[in-house]
């Protein structure tokens, strides 16, 4: 399915894919194409076949060069609130997503697209990625929740270089300050998202739901509440319809068949 600025298909079984299409503007993010994505992400939120997202840009160039400056720069002081506003809730959509987000990052996530990459769930990367909070260069501050998601992800000392200095980060780099989880082959870029999210969508529907929910909502919270959450959560796990397959497939020496109930 296309949207004017996003491509949507179904490239497995259970995997959703998700492609930012304005290569003219570096897939740069406006109101539309914030729009179109919080479209998109609450079909496939509503569609209990969708068992994994990945996110991408199209070209060879850019995953997001950043929220787009052409438009921000047009934007009253109100259409910057309601940008703001678009901006947070599809963050934070990703993040409550009923299944796990990634982003394959093909090139450039800058600013916001940096930010946006930051809500996926996690970030595997093309060895032409570049990522960067140049936003300091142009007068603003990260505004879709960079300087926070950042410091969870690759710690404060590292956050606050970045964001200050707006020096871009390479893939290596990226991979070894666990700002990514995987480095590719620009070609070998979908391919990696694809087994990834086949090994999601083999799972226990119920069970990968809960997990990512846990360790996104536990990161908000002190150590003994969210075990005690975790304990609570691994309750309703084991009330599962899965959890008697699960166990009993292994016991069995079969392969369990999963109806997430
Ligand atoms: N916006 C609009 N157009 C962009 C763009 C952007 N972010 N990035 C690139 N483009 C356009 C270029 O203008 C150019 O258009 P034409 O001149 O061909 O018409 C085309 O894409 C190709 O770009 P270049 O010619 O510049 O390509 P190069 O290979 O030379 O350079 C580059 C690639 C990625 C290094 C360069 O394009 C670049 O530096 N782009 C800007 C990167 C940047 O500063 N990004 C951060 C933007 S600030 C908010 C929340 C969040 C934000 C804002 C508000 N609120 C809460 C309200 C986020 C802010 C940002 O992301």
Redesign the pocket.
């Known amino acids: 399915m296309a949207h004017g600025t996003l491509r949507v298909t179904d490239p497995a079984p259970g995997v959703r894919l998700l492609t930012i299409h304005r290569p003219?503007?570096?897939n740069?993010?406006n109101p539309q194409v914030l729009r179109e994505l919080m479209q998109a992400l609450a079909d496939a939120s509503g569609d209990a076949s969708v068992r994994a997202l990945l996110l991408t840009g199209a070209g060879e160039?850019?995953f997001v060069?950043?929220?787009?400056?052409?438009?921000?720069r047009a934007m009253s002081a109100l259409e910057?609130?309601e940008?703001?506003v678009q901006?947070?809730a599809l963050m934070r959509a990703l993040e409550m997503a009923p299944f796990p987000a990634i982003a394959l990052v093909n090139g450039?996530a800058?600013?916001?697209?940096c930010?946006l990459a930051l809500a996926c769930d996690f970030i595997v990367a093309s060895e032409k990625a570049?990522f960067?909070q140049?936003?300091v260069?142009?007068g603003?501050v990260?505004?879709?929740g960079?300087t926070q998601r950042l410091t969870r992800l690759v710690g404060k000392g590292m956050a606050v270089e970045l964001c200050t200095t707006g020096r871009q980060v390479k893939a290596d780099e990226a991979l070894r300050i666990g700002l990514v989880n995987h480095v590719v082959a620009p070609a070998a870029l979908l391919d990696k998202g694809l087994e990834l999210a086949g090994q999601i969508a083999q799972k226990a529907p119920v069970a990968v739901k809960l997990a990512k929910h846990l360790v996104q909502r536990g990161q908000d919270m002190d150590l003994a509440n969210a075990n005690a959450f975790e304990a609570d959560v691994f309750g309703v796990a084991f009330g599962t319809d899965d959890r008697v397959e699960g166990m009993g497939a292994f016991l069995e020496k079969r392969k369990a068949e999963f109806r997430g109930r």
Do not use: C, S
């Open positions: 003219q503007a570096l740069a993010l160039k850019a060069a950043g929220a787009d400056i052409a438009a921000m910057g609130r940008f703001a901006g947070h450039y800058l600013g916001g697209g930010e570049v960067g140049p936003e260069g142009l603003i990260p505004g879709f960079g």
